[in-house]
């Protein structure tokens, strides 16, 4: 990553990303093109959705910026290792209670078992989890494992929080409680998000910005800053201004679809 | 927390946790269905001592109650078939545990790289299509036709489903699972111990119990071939056919039936016991 000096000032002078994806391009082993041409910054304090047509390479995105893959060509450079990453499963250990599963990550990373005990115990009353915390994942309903898989990734307070259609499988009530739950989480940790969805209004609703992708190969077609304040008043769904703004979101993502 | 916008929580959130719905009620209870089978055997049992064999050839099939009274309620009977019987079950536990062992660490060393798995799979595969039968005279050959001889037929017989089923119940551990490892960068030995093992747990003991079965399979086996020492239930079995001892002999494969039973529920309820609470198995 270090190798290059010769163009230093222009990323000098804008404002610090955490992670930043130029000119990436993801080919896999078997020749599929998931992504090309993308760049994409995301700003400390950014809260930043995706949505595209599936298969248009939304979790590609995030294996980027993980590490757990590596782009073809271009740069991902993320700034931080303190990465929470939140699957569309909510991939608990069935054989541990909440809470030793939300021990888990501090116990790969060695933290020392007095402290882990501590930020479990937190991260369980942030979620709402407290008085599960001997539940087997079995016991628990979808909102709930979810929660949990949330909880075990605050226990590392990432600086960086990628979520891949967290919230897809859940009913509609469940995810609306749980999109304001993140957004409590969101103003009081302050971590920078980067959100998959394939729902229009959860994105518009959870971010400071939208960005729609196009089918493949996929590459960003349009980009939305989200004016509304955080934290966000839940009533904000049924405003005019909301539904003008999914209105345009739509919009380009249908103009993604045909192209 | 001031910022919280949805209602307490409440049992809602909760799963209750429904059994799979039964069938059908039924109003016979379920232990008369097994009742009549057995009785009906019995019935027939009966019938062909009495009627379809004559007081010579009774001896064939003698009826249910002669087995009681001229066998089990002998002391004298009752206590070789007993010692027969413990001897039986030593040996059959020694081998399951061997078996266990080895199956186990077969399948976690094939688990670890691709190249032991392909070198060291065929072997597994080999072990269980070879008719261990034919094998067994060579066994006493080499290992002598003593104790040690017969724990190794009982190894040999176990091994297999030990092997396979802690190798499926490691390569089933979810994808999404070993990421969430690989992301934070757990160790081989770490995603071992704290992923692949306990995922295989149910897997290993449904193996085990399958195995047990075949251990004391292979104890009785092993004893009709290894006479030299103390007799098991194998070699009293033989005697007794030999000598047409038919009640002692029906004795005999009680014992060896109800030890085959037994073993096999006590490593059920072992199953149930550790990973019973957090498994959710299809069987119940
Ligand atoms: N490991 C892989 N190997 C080959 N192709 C893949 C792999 N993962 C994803 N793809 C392909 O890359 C494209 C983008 O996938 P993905 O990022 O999962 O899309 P999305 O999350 O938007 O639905 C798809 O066509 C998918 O089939
Ligand atoms: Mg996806």
Known sequence: ?259 | MTTTVWAPKTEVETKSIVKPAARRKSRVPSFVPPLIVATAVLAVWYLVSYVFLDQTRRFLLPPPHEIFTGAIFVPDILADIGLASLRTTIVALIGLLIAIVLGVAWAVAMSQARWLETSLFPYAVILQCIPILALVPLIGFWFGFEYPARVIVCVMIALFPMVSNTLFGIQSVDPGQRELFRLHGAARWTVLRKLEFPNALPAIFAGMRISAGLAVVGAIVGDFFFRRGEPGLGALISNYQAQIQSEELFAAIIAASLLGIVIFAAFGWLSRAVVGTWYESSDR
């Open chain 1, 1 to 259: 990553m270090p190798v290059q000096t010769a163009e230093p000032l222009i990323a000098a002078t804008t404002a610090p990303t955490i992670v930043g994806f130029s000119s990436v391009e993801m080919k896999y082993p078997d020749g599929t093109i998931a992504l090309s041409g993308v760049d994409l910054d995301i700003a400390p304090g950014e809260f930043v959705s995706v949505v595209g047509p599936s298969g248009c390479g939304k979790s590609t995105l995030l294996r980027l910026a993980s590490g757990l893959e590596h782009a073809s060509s271009g740069e991902v450079d993320v700034a931080t290792d303190r990465i929470g990453y939140v699957f569309q499963d909510a991939t608990l250990l069935p054989w541990r209670s909440v809470e030793r599963n939300v021990e888990l990550l501090a116990e790969l990373h060695g933290v020392p078992s007095a402290e882990r005990k501590a930020k479990a115990k937190a991260a369980i009353g942030l979620t709402d989890l407290t008085g599960f915390e001997k539940h087997l994942p079995k016991q628990l309903s979808g909102g709930m494992k979810m929660r949990t898989s949330l909880a075990r990734a605050l226990t590392l307070d990432p600086e960086l929080f990628l979520f891949d259609e967290p919230f897809g499988a859940l009913d509609e009530i469940t995810r609306e409680r749980l999109n304001d739950e993140l957004i409590r989480l969101f103003a009081e940790r302050r971590f920078a998000g980067l959100f998959i969805t394939h729902s229009v209004s959860e994105a518009v609703y959870l971010s400071t910005r939208v960005v729609v992708m196009s089918g493949r190969p996929g590459g960003i077609v349009a980009e939305f800053e989200v004016p509304f304040p955080m934290p966000r008043d839940p009533e904000i769904r049924y405003s005019a201004e909301f539904a003008a703004l999914t209105g345009e979101v739509h919009h380009a993502l249908r103009k993604g679809y045909s192209a």
